[in-house]
T-cell receptor, first 115, second 117 residues
Framework: KAGVTQTPRYLIKTRGQQVTLSCSPI?????VSWYQQTPGQGLQFLFE???????NKGNFPGRFSGRQFSNSRSEMNVSTLELGDSALYLC??????????????FGPGTRLTVT | AQSVAQPEDQVNVAEGNPLTVKCTYS??????LFWYVQYPNRGLQFLLK??????LVKGSYGFEAEFNKSQTSFHLKKPSALVSDSALYFC???????????????FGKGTRLHILP
């Protein structure tokens, strides 16, 4: 089975621009979560999608948004980029969300640099 | 609110020695607990998880973790460290209260493990 794929792997944007990141989960996985990883803050939860619906959201401003398609693929969008948005953005998929004890499978991440 | 603490930013261990990476948690109800490892320029890889049952959980690459309910801990262990074990390790917790939508998985800040040859 193919793993979680994320595109693009690297991205350089300037302040004020917007960016869209894409994630394709493992086949059969219906839950997709997004995380922001920075050296200072560690891994911070952005949001989780299941069946095209956002189930959970972390403490990020409204500039961060996402969506999930009927084939479980997900995109996240960041508008009006700030320097502090520079980070590794990780996507993770699991079979189901919620109270289920399913482990997550992570993609390699998209390294976003904002200049 | 759920939380996870990894009290050590970095752990140094000589190759061949036993290693321990510490994790404590706070959650309402019974926890699901996970350990993940991240190698440079890679995403996180699942190592092992505790759901219920035996307090000692065995996982990938010879790692194991001990669940201690009274101390709310889930320390990662390996009897004999390898240089290739050098990586960033994350502990994570998910609460299990029924009908609780606030059940997102929470990660610790990570512990960097250095195995010295």
């Amino acid at each position: 089975k193919a793993g979680v794929t994320q595109t693009p792997r690297y991205l350089i944007k300037t302040r004020g621009q917007q960016v869209t990141l894409s994630c394709s989960p493992i086949s059969g996985h219906r839950s997709v979560s997004w995380y922001q990883q920075t050296p200072g803050q560690g891994l911070q939860f952005l949001f989780e999608y299941f069946s095209e619906t956002q189930r959970n959201k972390g403490n990020f401003p409204g500039r961060f948004s996402g969506r999930q398609f009927s084939n479980s693929r997900s995109e996240m969008n960041v508008s009006t980029l700030e320097l502090g948005d520079s980070a590794l953005y990780l996507c993770a998929s699991s079979i189901l969300p919620g109270q289920a004890p399913y482990e997550q499978y992570f993609g390699p991440g998209t390294r976003l640099t904002v200049t | 609110a759920q939380s996870v603490a990894q009290p050590e930013d970095q752990v140094n261990v000589a190759e061949g020695n036993p290693l321990t990476v510490k994790c404590t948690y706070s959650v309402s109800g019974n926890p699901y607990l996970f350990w993940y490892v991240q190698y440079p320029n890679r995403g996180l890889q699942f190592l092992l998880k505790y759901i219920t049952g035996d307090n000692l959980v065995k996982g990938s690459y010879g790692f194991e973790a001990e669940f201690n309910k009274s101390q709310t801990s889930f320390h990662l262990k390996k009897p004999s460290a390898l240089v290739s074990d050098s990586a960033l390790y994350f502990c994570a917790v998910r609460g299990t209260l029924p009908m609780n939508r606030d059940d997102k998985i929470i990660f610790g800040k990570g512990t960097r493990l250095h195995i010295l040859p």
